[in-house]
């Protein structure tokens, strides 16, 4: 059993910047990918970062591309999603989840994830 939890989001200004964290704990956290989705009211669930467990390889919506940064510190057995520029249209609750799937920008393949943190922009 993997228990997730993220924590830091928070209510910003157009242009600000915000920092999720994604603690892991219970199983071996380094095999894991971690994914950030997020959910906007009334709006499906979307994909918006992804990184292996080695922390080589990130994977970005073309919505976030160059504004955020997936990283890890496995030592912590955190995850951090970094969001700088931030725009109106990034309202949304942040989700993290882990899992060992291959296609990381799909929701079906995490097996564990968080509560999630709201994220709110105002412009």
């Known amino acids: 059993q993997v228990q997730v939890v993220e924590s830091g989001g928070g209510l910003v200004q157009a242009g600000g910047s915000l920092r999720l964290t994604c603690a892991a704990s219970?199983?071996?956290?380094?095999?894991?990918?971690t994914g950030w989705f997020r959910q906007a009211l009334g709006k499906e669930r979307e994909f918006v970062a992804a990184i292996r467990w080695n922390g080589g390889s990130t994977y970005y919506a073309d919505s976030v591309k160059g504004r955020f940064t997936a990283s890890r510190d496995n030592a912590k057995n955190t995850a951090y999603l970094q969001m700088n520029s931030l725009k109106a249209e990034d309202t949304a609750v942040y989700y993290c989840?882990?899992?060992?799937?291959?296609?990381?920008?799909?929701?079906?393949?995490?097996?564990?994830w968080g509560q999630g943190t709201q994220v709110t922009v105002s412009s």
């Open positions: 219970g199983r071996t956290f380094r095999s894991y990918a």
């Open positions: 989840a882990v899992g060992w799937g291959n296609i990381l920008n799909s929701a079906e393949q995490y097996d564990y």
